[in-house]
DNA sequence: GCGCGAACTTGACGCTGACAAGATTGCGTG
DNA sequence: CACGCAATCTTGTCAGCGTCAAGTTCGCGC
């Protein structure tokens, strides 16, 4: 308790984000706890509420930093010239690489969904992502029927529902997204 | 619903497995709380403990019929001769129709994954969906592409990420997957 | 080198889920 | 018909949670 350990933290607000990732990697967003994280990180139990005004606030902010993360990653793809084949197995490289992410940004009941940052960092997400099928009729019907695919993979696959296969996500997802969209 | 009343205050179990129902649909799976059920149903705070041991076993019973009511909802399409398509429909009928069921059965997170007569409900929906696909090359890859892709637009619709749309749900399911799989 | 504000602690409040023990009531059995 | 039993529900209690308020410590700009 008072053995050394400096006043100030250093950067407990990366050190709160960093557990609450392992905290629902491992136990899912339900199980993660403020009391908990704050103790895992060495504070007192009001620590990181001062960080994150509160429990939706940390979510809000972890969520933010996946739709971040996520818009990043579809950018990089793009502009490396891949397709939508490679738009969609970038998707599920990051839903499997960043389960703990992915799995709050879905769940708007549990953050702040009006957040600013938030909400600027989905909007570039979907951009990247509606940009791979923008030159389709009925292009809005293509991009929803891209991303229910990719999406639903994803989820499918971390709620361990798909668990029988023991191939790899982003290959089975290369295969199908292929037989579908390169007709 | 509460027609007799064989005991103290009624069928208790229907009563708090309806209350969650529409709680849920509300607030999300994490906006329960046994003792808010308790008090919509009128009933003191432990009342629900003696039919649903825990919360996860609230959420267990919850789950369970779930997977039963798209059990059946997938194999009256089948026994209606209804092919792939509307096997998908009926998928995101149901997912739209009860979406409290829908967000809980796939967070196993929440509940006990092991309950025997889940684990019934939720092989026999899974039977029938690939049943679907069975006549296909891999028919496991179609399996998980045709589920990926009803699952995902489920989801995604269900959670408030399409809203932009005013389109009828299950008629664009029904027009992507038929220009999906009727090659 | 000093004070000001950010970072963190301490303490308290009402809430929750879980458990234990007591009260009530329907129902089968004798 | 009555009696006892077990299922149902209540009451009371406990630790843990999130949140707020007030106090303490310390980095940093002036």
Redesign the interface.
């Known amino acids: 308790m008072t053995t050394g350990r400096p006043y100030h933290h250093g950067d407990l607000r990366r050190a709160v984000l960093d557990a609450a990732i392992e905290a629902i990697t491992e ?5 993660v706890g403020l009391r908990d994280l704050a103790r895992r990180v060495g504070v007192s139990h009001a620590g990181p509420v001062h960080h994150f005004k509160d429990k939706a606030g940390l979510l809000t902010a972890l969520a933010a930093e996946g739709f971040t993360l996520l818009a990043d990653a579809l950018d990089a793809t793009v502009t490396a010239g891949g397709d939508i084949i490679e738009l969609g197995a970038a998707y599920v490289r990051f839903a499997v690489e960043h389960r703990a992410h992915f799995e709050v940004m ?5 953050y702040h969904a009006d957040d600013p940052a938030l909400v600027e960092a989905r909007d570039r997400a979907g951009a990247a992502l509606a940009g791979g099928v923008a030159d389709r009729p009925d292009p ?3 991009s ?2 891209a ?10 696959w971390n ?4 668990s029988r ?1 023991d191939r790899d996500p982003v290959a ?1 997802v290369r ?2 997204a292929g ?2 969209f390169l ?1």
């Open positions: 136990h899912g967003p339900a199980g879905f769940r708007p009941d549990l809005e019907l293509a929803v029927a991303w229910s695919l990719v999406h639903g993979f994803a989820t499918l709620t361990g529902a798909l296969t089975m295969a199908f037989s579908m007709t």
